[in-house]
């Protein structure tokens, strides 16, 4: 019994432990032979010890580690199996590749793995493996299957073609695929190439220091490329492509040489930038759509950046899907890196919270974010879309970003909300749109719209603005003698919505001084309430721009509050006001705060109403400095423009009204002028009483109204009455 448990072991011993064999060939000069001739095979490394049987599925070879002038051609017939091949020869030779290769037109080579690790004396070729099929005028049926992993660490290895009489293979079966060089140094000299009819990808990809190439380095049209149809790109579910450190992996070798494109799709579960050194993912096809019909041909379900100082770049020729990206914690902080994905095509990204990393560019004809983004402290939002940029839903930044912007359209399909610090958008095609309402969430919120190196003006549509803290800002690039083109902020408010900003909206600063006022140049910020909405803007408002109202309801708080020079405090608040439609109100801090004074230079009417508010004695006026408020030297100017035809109406906020008290409707300086009339003007009440009358009168330093009761109509039966019997007795006397 004991016997026989000694011969098992023994068996099972010689059937787990593997036996290393290194191929010599027929002799030293000939290195060219069957690798299932057990002479060929030596089972020492530096000298010839005759084999005296070929490795089997437990064994592992390489080549003698000795110099030699022999090629190096192994060939494995119909089928051979081995545990592992291993390239890490330190012996110089002047043959170059080592190869193995099938002379049958169907075999397969079986290996768990495959490792090159050899690099000598800078000899790329002398130290490189190549893996093939042997005829290039026929498809032959020529199979690499490795079990486990396809290990490179020094050197190149080339499955398929790699130069003329070396050909692709019918099919690579392989789990894992990891590449690692020793260091950036070693990157451009660690390669792996893979040319085959079909890849199958089972495992994970890591890709460090080196290179992986799918495809060939040649044109489709060359002698060796005869027959050859691209594989698709696909990774299991689950599985993960994992780019390091100076790695680049691509598919198709160039995509300048339409030749040398590749045709299938690329379908990548996962992919992890985790470098902190660039990488690149090259994914070139010329394919039009991916597995189902209608989709892209580049697809990436998950993206993840965990580059540190460093950026991952993934360039494509071709529609791009990545279904999230997303950053850890690890990515956090002023050394997170960035990720750039350029393609001639559409980039739809699905979900975007990748809130480590600090730079994200994306350059496609059109980008498109199909669901909720979001973006972390510093991060800077590089789009271009020769097209157009999209944002199909719920954007927020949870401090302050960079967004860059160079589409002749970019949308913001639903609410733009910003976080701490200053967002800025560079505009070079000078407009944007969002369709939601801009929120503004915390006191240190600012944005500004003009800070890239465009003079142009902008045009900035949104659909609210929300502002709950005073100490939020929306603003422009102004300082003195800045040539900025002027933002153009349109606030489209819906019908039956309302927004409210106790927040700034200024082009200057609150230290601004009225000699300072003119010369502080461009970037001014003018702002156009359109819609049926209604919009209060009850900041301290500074602006240089112009206010339009050309719909809806503006309340509008420009009282010159907020300044600290005393030349501007209290007296300066907007700069022209145009009233084209809707409705127009002076309004205080808060929604409540219904009774206010606006300061303005200008006030030109040519349609829509100013809405007055009144309580008691006090009621909402308007103050109008004229353009040149800074010289007071200046020639008098009309400061309240009529436009001829339009319809010019007051509504009075009748709640508290005090008949026949005179209230002050506008003023200014006895120098300037209106070309108003006091008959020009119509009027309403809140209430909608018909019991007062309104009566307007022009002053030369502004214009008043007064309420009085209109009498009933049996107040003036009885006047009639009276009259009438005075000319009865009248004529009785006579």
């Not at 989709?295 to 360039?315: G, Y």
């Not at 009748?654 to 300086?669: K, P």
Request: charged fraction near 15%.
């Amino acid at each position: 019994m004991k016997k026989l448990a000694i011969f098992v072991t023994l068996i099972f011993s010689a059937s787990v432990f593997a036996d290393t064999y290194y191929w010599q060939g027929p002799s030293v000069a000939t290195g060219q032979g069957a690798m299932a001739t057990a002479a060929h095979w030596s089972t020492a490394s530096t000298t010839y010890s005759a084999a005296s049987v070929a490795p089997g599925a437990n064994d592992i070879i390489k080549r003698m580690n000795v110099s030699t002038n022999a090629a190096v051609m192994m060939d494995w017939g119909a089928s051979f199996t081995a545990k592992e091949f291993i390239n890490d020869s330190t012996a110089s030779r002047s043959a170059s590749y080592m190869q193995l290769y099938s002379s049958s037109s169907a075999s397969t080579l079986t290996l768990e793995k495959i490792t090159q690790a050899c690099y000598i004396n800078s000899d790329l070729a002398g130290s490189s493996t190549i893996i093939r099929s042997v005829d290039r005028s026929t498809i032959y049926n020529t199979k690499l299957k490795v079990t486990d992993s396809i290990n490179v660490t020094a050197g190149a290895l080339y499955i398929g073609t790699r130069q003329s009489g070396r050909i692709f293979l019918s099919d690579v079966d392989v789990k894992d695929i990891i590449i690692a060089g020793a260091n950036a140094a070693a990157a451009p000299t660690t390669i792996l190439e893979i040319s085959t009819l079909a890849l199958n990808i089972s495992g994970d990809i890591s890709v460090s220091n080196g290179s992986f190439l799918i495809g060939s380095e040649k044109d489709n049209t060359h002698v060796d490329m005869t027959n050859f149809v691209s594989p698709n790109f696909v990774m299991a579910t689950g599985k993960s492509l994992n780019m390091g450190s100076n790695a680049t992996l691509s598919y198709s070798f160039n995509k300048t040489n339409a030749k040398q494109l590749q045709t299938g799709y690329i379908d990548l579960d996962k992919v992890n930038a985790k470098g902190t050194a660039a990488s690149n993912l090259n994914l070139y096809t010329s394919a039009t759509q991916g597995a189902v019909a209608g989709s892209a041909p580049v697809k990436i379900a998950t993206l993840n950046a965990d580059v540190l100082n460093a950026s991952l770049t993934i360039d494509t020729v071709s529609d791009v899907y990545v279904g999230s990206v997303t950053s850890s914690a690890a990515a956090e902080g002023s050394t997170a890196g960035g990720i750039s994905i350029a393609s001639t095509g559409k980039i739809t990204i699905v979900d975007f919270t990748a809130t480590g990393i600090k730079t994200f560019t994306s350059n496609g004809r059109d980008v498109l974010f199909s669901n909720a983004l979001s973006l972390g402290s510093g991060t800077a939002f590089n789009l271009t879309g020769s097209n157009s940029v999209k944002f199909e839903k719920d954007v927020t930044t949870t401090a302050a970003a960079i967004y860059t912007f160079n589409s002749p359209t970019v949308e913001f399909s639903k609410n733009l909300s910003l976080g701490a610090g200053t967002t800025s958008f560079k505009l070079t095609k000078h407009s944007m749109e969002v369709k939601g309402v801009l929120t503004m969430s915390t006191a240190t919120s600012v944005v500004n719209f003009d800070t890239d190196s465009v003079t142009s003006a902008k045009t900035i549509t949104i659909g609210g603005l929300t502002q709950a803290n005073t100490g939020s800002r929306v603003t422009t690039s102004y300082g003195p003698g800045s040539t900025k083109g002027d933002t153009n902020l349109i606030i489209n408010v819906a019908e039956d919505e309302e927004y409210i900003s106790v927040g700034r909206v200024h082009d200057m600063s609150n230290g601004t001084t009225l000699t300072g006022l003119g010369t502080l140049g461009g970037a001014k910020l003018n702002v156009t309430k359109k819609g049926a909405g209604a919009q209060y803007l009850l900041g301290n408002n500074h602006l240089r721009g112009t206010i339009t109202v050309e719909d809806g309801t503006l309340y509008l708080r420009a009282e010159g509050g907020g300044y600290t020079d005393a030349s501007m405090k209290n007296i300066y608040g907007v700069s022209q006001i145009a009233l084209k439609g809707g409705v127009l109100s002076a309004h205080g801090s808060s929604k409540t705060a219904t009774i206010a004074t606006m300061t303005a230079t200008t006030l030109t009417w040519s349609s829509g109403s100013l809405l007055v508010n009144i309580n008691g004695a006090n009621n909402d006026k308007a103050i109008l400095l004229g353009a040149n408020i800074a010289d007071p030297l200046a020639d008098g100017e009309i400061v309240l423009s009529k436009v001829a035809g339009g319809v010019y109406t007051f509504i009075f906020d009748d709640v508290n009204l005090l008949e026949d008290h005179a209230y002050d409707l506008f003023s200014w300086d006895e120098k300037h002028s209106t070309n108003f009339g006091e008959n020009d003007f119509d009027y309403e009440f809140t209430s909608g009483r018909a019991d007062l009358k309104a009566v307007f009168a022009m002053n030369a330093d502004g214009i008043k109204v007064t309420f009085t009761a209109i009498p009933e109509p049996a107040t003036y039966a009885a006047i009639f009455g009276i009259l009438a019997l005075g000319f009865v007795a009248y004529r009785r006397r006579k």
